[in-house]
């Protein structure tokens, strides 16, 4: 668990650099930015869910036709985005803060979601956030 929450922060001071992990012979494992040539090292492929990788698939958990729902958070830039192109272009929306709300996120739990936004529309699911992904649901 705790190698987990290093990939984690990891992550979060750099989404854009490449991540490094080794064991070294005590057989403790170590990520990094920077590969260490003392040790077999390799690449760690990390997926972010944003603007720029956008999932869709089914679900279970449908919306009625041409509802939207999006789970978020306050802070994330991707739930800012879609809130500002659903406001922009008149689309009416309910969102859903997993922080700030318990039903959300159990919600939110019970979808197997591990990233923010979630946007649903039917029984259409979005993961992340962008125009031309959402009009492929939407429209």
């Not at 956008?54 to 919306?63: C, G, L, N, Q």
Request: charged share 20%; glycine share 8%; hydrophobic share 35%.
């Amino acid at each position: 668990m705790k190698h987990l929450i290093l990939v984690l922060c990891l992550i979060a001071g750099a989404a854009s650099a490449q991540i490094y992990t080794w064991t070294d012979e005590s057989g403790q494992v170590h990520f990094s930015d920077v590969p260490d040539l003392a040790y077999d090292t390799e690449a760690v492929t990390v997926e972010i869910n944003g603007y720029q990788n956008v999932t869709h698939s089914d679900t279970d958990a449908a919306t009625p036709p041409g509802r939207v729902v999006m789970y978020a958070t306050s802070w994330c830039p991707y739930c800012r985005k879609a809130r500002n192109y659903f406001r922009d272009n008149g689309i009416p929306f309910t969102e859903y803060d997993i922080e700030k709300n318990a039903r959300a996120r159990r919600e939110y739990d019970a979808l197997g979601a591990r990233g923010v936004p979630v946007i649903l529309v039917g029984k259409n699911r979005m993961n992340g956030f962008s125009a031309a992904g959402f009009e492929k649901l939407y429209r």
